[in-house]
């Protein structure tokens, strides 16, 4: 007699994305809530739109457009429209201007957060969903939009523990990249469709200036370039005079914002849009300036681009400069975190009117990995208080205990296993990473007190080489049942 096998699905995660447990959920919430915290402060409203857009909505502005459904995750409904798990914050945001651009003020400030998904070749740290945190302003043709973001960010990176002096903010503007290219005979002022792709893989290909260095670049510049992998990356075809001019401007930066400024304006030579992002330049660093950020929280530098296509004007990046080992033991710069910039056409897809827009995204898995990297998260990633269960028939004791707990503002539950072996849930407490376990056996409850056992102290005395430096303080207390709201505080205080 045959047996029927059974087909089981495999539990793992899909290729490219992964799942977040206890102390990384708390920690990224409390890294959003500082960081919203500093949006609000500014005068930002928050904004939550659809994970799902149109195709045509969302546009064809990704890095990789090269790439399966250029990409996006997307599907055909029954009506036979086109859509796809937005792949920004900033593309819905374009809808949304245009949707209500008759109910919202103008400008209109907003701050958003959470996952987007790229259907993009995943690797070690890069997954195809990951959360943002954005914020933009709509409607603001003053580059001072774009200065008042650019100290926003670093407001932001202060606020979350990233000090002064282990970040900077670097300002470029692609009206002075697109004057470069104007001289390097890639952009055509009468005809700005021709040599659209070229333009393109440029971006790219100065976007990854930090990961591939000059020559790779260069290669990107010229024919093309071949990774390790053996995957070919088509080039923009440009001739070597053509790709030293590039290659001038992603090496323009000086000692001071004057002197980059001076030395961008020789390049761009007589193009008028790039004169005119020097000038934009020159601005935003002297509003910068008057409000007290200087270079040691935000420079200008040409060597950031965005590989985005949507930027208009200005673009900003913000680096976090303190090494860290990578996956091979080699020191490196932990490397950017967030990043945006201007984009005055994205709303006038829909509304066939420009609409001015500038605003930044924050890549909170990153800056949530740097702060982990220099011991600096937020949140409290201890688990909950466990009231232990040494009575099966006392059960409502226990909980009374943990309801007066949490009535207090302080995190409890209740052991809800199998209360037989006292150890495992001892163990449970460990795995939880509960500081403190609260005890409470038949005599306890004759005398009316509980134990607490500072699950904490005891760790440390456990990996402690000797226990003078613990004398003082027991690792286990015993007090009135009535009292226990204050000791588990006092216990947690300390």
């Known amino acids: 007699m045959s047996t029927v096998k059974i087909h089981r699905p495999r539990a793992e995660t899909p290729k490219g994305f ?14 959003l809530e500082a960081i919203t915290g500093v949006y609000h402060r500014y005068g930002f409203d928050p904004l939550e739109t659809s994970a799902v857009e149109t195709v045509e909505a969302l546009g064809k502005f990704l890095p990789d457009v090269d790439r399966p459904n250029e990409g996006v995750f997307g599907w055909q409904d029954e009506d036979a429209d086109w859509l796809a798990l937005r792949y920004d914050l900033t593309a819905p945001l374009a809808r949304v201007a245009a949707q209500y651009r008759n109910d919202l003020p103008s400008p209109y400030r907003r701050y958003a957060m959470g996952p987007v998904w790229r259907n993009e070749k995943p690797g070690p740290g890069r997954f195809r969903q990951f959360y943002q945190c954005d914020a933009d302003t709509v409607g603001a043709p003053s580059v001072a939009a774009d200065a008042e973001i650019c100290a926003m960010l670093a407001d932001a990176l202060e606020v979350v523990g990233i000090p002064r002096g ?15 290219m104007e001289v390097a005979g890639v952009l055509d002022p009468s005809d700005p469709s021709r040599f659209e792709a070229e333009r393109g893989i440029v971006l790219r290909a100065i976007d990854k200036m930090d990961r591939l260095g000059d020559e790779g670049v260069r290669a990107l510049l010229g024919p093309g370039r071949k990774d390790d992998s053996g995957d070919f990356t088509k080039g923009a075809g440009l001739t070597q005079a053509q790709a030293d001019v590039v290659m001038g401007f992603t090496s323009a930066k000086r000692a001071t914002g004057a002197e980059t400024c001076a030395r961008l304006r020789d390049l761009v030579g007589a193009s008028v849009i790039g004169a005119e992002g020097v000038a934009e330049l020159e601005q935003i660093a002297a509003l910068l300036d008057a409000q007290g950020y200087g270079p040691d929280r935000i420079v200008l530098d040409p060597g950031v681009v965005r590989g985005l296509g949507y930027y208009t004007g200005p673009v900003y990046e913000a680096e976090l400069t303190f090494e860290i080992l990578d996956e091979k033991g080699r020191k490196r710069q932990f490397g950017a975190v967030a990043g945006g910039g201007r984009y005055d056409d994205l709303v006038k ?35 909950p208080v466990v009231v232990t269960v040494m009575d099966r028939d006392r059960m409502a004791d226990y909980m009374a205990i943990a309801a007066e707990l949490r009535q207090a503002g302080l995190r409890a539950e209740v052991y809800l296993g199998n209360p037989k072996n006292f150890g495992n849930q001892l163990k449970y407490a460990d795995k939880r990473r509960s500081p403190i376990a609260i005890i409470q056996g038949g005599d306890e409850a004759a005398k009316g007190t509980v134990i607490l056992k ?10 402690s080489a000797t226990l003078e430096e613990w004398k003082d303080r027991p690792a ?8 226990v709201v204050a000791a588990v505080r006092k216990m947690l205080d300390q």
């Not at 282990?166 to 470069?180: A, E, I, Q, T």
């Not at 500072?454 to 990996?463: V, Y």
């Not at 286990?476 to 009292?483: M, N």
Request: hydrophobic fraction near 40%; proline fraction near 1%; charge should be positive.
């Open 454 to 463: 500072d699950l904490i102290l005891g760790s440390q005395i456990a990996q």
């Open 349 to 383: 897809r829909f509304t066939g009117q420009s609409v001015p827009a500038t605003g930044v995204s924050i890549g909170v898995d990153r800056l949530l990995a740097a702060l982990r990297a220099k011991g600096r998260t937020l949140g409290d990633g201890a688990g």
């Open 18 to 31: 992964r799942d977040y447990f206890g102390a990384e959920v708390t920690e990224r919430t409390a890294m």
């Open 166 to 180: 282990d970040y900077v903010v670097k300002v470029n503007n692609r009206k002075v990249l697109n004057g470069v």
């Open 476 to 483: 286990q207390l015993e007090v009135a049942r009535a009292d």
